[in-house]
């Protein structure tokens, strides 16, 4: 559904799902009925693009979605909808690129979710259009809207493994209304409809070990590998120390049908955080290969440093990253939170040439506040208020370029059933 307005359809579905079999709303009217839940998230976001070798963008929107969730029938089925809106509040024709709103800064509307799950123990099938969030495979919900995607997927927990597996036909970007192939989002050519296998998991084998891994395949187009590794190592006091390092692994597969020819490259990066009562100190380092940019065509860059800007992801890239990031709600300030990062990349290369690329710095900041204190009244305390700004430098041969962005983000939840 394009630029609709749906919510009217939304309240009848909500309305009307639970007659659709009455043998469920005779016999398991306490689960169906009873436990299904209507949440309303409203979201504004403003953002303004200045970049000093292109145009500018500015983009101001509101909406957010309505989450329709049925309760368990006989504690194994659930229905699901979930319509997602941006609407236009300022957002010039000639600023577009802001991505809160569709191209060409129209509006959208779209039911970004509608499912059926079934449910055995630990074990859920879930059918339709949901969210995805492992690994490569995520959300990216930066902006009005996440990315959802189209399929069948299976997921659960076996011991100390929370695991999930999928084939995946389509998805739908977080700018957009329209569910295309998944093989176009990665950029194949439009007669390649091949779906993604995708399987993902979590290992927590002790509280402070965990490891993650996933892999995706389309066929003939495109197959990435991640793995990271998480060790919490507590010095005692309030001093704790967090070892971390991934791996990601990309290439062509089959006919390389996406470029037309064989390719492959990787990203490895390692971490360490330091964390002190409400303060967290982290650097960070990574290296992508030289012979291919890493594709993140279905959600965010999963590296270490992934900006607000840019994700440091360039053929032969490499990067150093600090972070520091302050939990004031631990020193008395109720919901508020500071964190500000400082990015240098360098070595990176167009691979089909070899030829340098700019060297990159980023310097990020964002503040964040939650209305959680108890001086709030109850309605309140679901506002989320963000703040972030951005500057990029990029130095090639002696000239700067610049692009600065500057986000003003405001979430508001509420439970309506």
Known sequence: ??????????????????????????????????????????????????????????????????EYRSGWAFDTVQLGVTGYTSQKLYAPVDKD???????????????GEAFAAVRHGAQMLTAGRFLVNQHEVNPQDT???PRTFQGIALSGKSGAIDYFGGLIGKMKTRNSAEFIDVATVAGAPDAVNEQMLLLSGNFVPHENLSLGFSGYLIKDVLTST??????????????????????????????????????????????????????????SLMQTGSSAAYRTPFGSWQGYVCRIITSFNRAGEQVRAVDAALDLGRMGM??????????????????????????????????DYRLTGTTW??????????????RLEQRLGGVLGTITEHHLIVNYTAALK
């Not at 839940?37 to 403003?46: A, C, D, E, K, V």
């Not at 964190?339 to 900041?365: H, K, Q, R, V, W």
């Not at 009244?377 to 951005?390: D, G, H, M, Q, Y």
Request: hydrophobic fraction near 40%; glycine fraction near 10%.
């Open 226 to 283: 991640y793995v990271d590794l998480s060790n919490i190592l507590p010095l005692g006091h309030d001093d704790t120390l967090r070892l971390g390092g991934q791996y990601m692994r990309q290439s062509s597969t089959g006919a390389n049908r996406l470029t037309g020819s064989a390719f492959s490259t990787s990203s490895t990066g390692i971490k360490l955080d330091w964390l002190r009562g409400p303060l967290m100190l982290s650097g």
């Open 97 to 111: 690129g802001a991505s809160v709103l569709a191209s060409g800064q129209q509006p959208y509307s779209v039911f």
């Open 143 to 145: 902006r009005m809207s």
């Open 377 to 390: 009244p109850e309605w309140a305390r679901s506002l989320w208020l963000r703040a972030r700004t951005a």
């Open 1 to 66: 559904m394009g630029n609709t307005a749906f919510l009217p359809l939304i309240f009848f579905l909500i309305c009307a799902s639970p007659l659709c079999d009455a043998e469920i709303v005779k016999h398991e009217p306490s689960s169906f009925v009873r436990d299904s839940r209507l949440t309303l998230q409203l979201r504004s976001h403003f953002l303004e693009r200045e970049q000093s070798s292109a145009t500018d963008a500015l983009g101001w929107a509101g909406g957010g979605w309505l």
């Open 334 to 367: 109720a919901g508020l939170a500071l964190n500000g990062s400082a990015s240098f990349g360098s070595g990176a290369i167009n691979p089909a040439t070899g030829a340098a690329l700019s060297d990159n710095t980023e310097y990020d900041f964002t503040v």
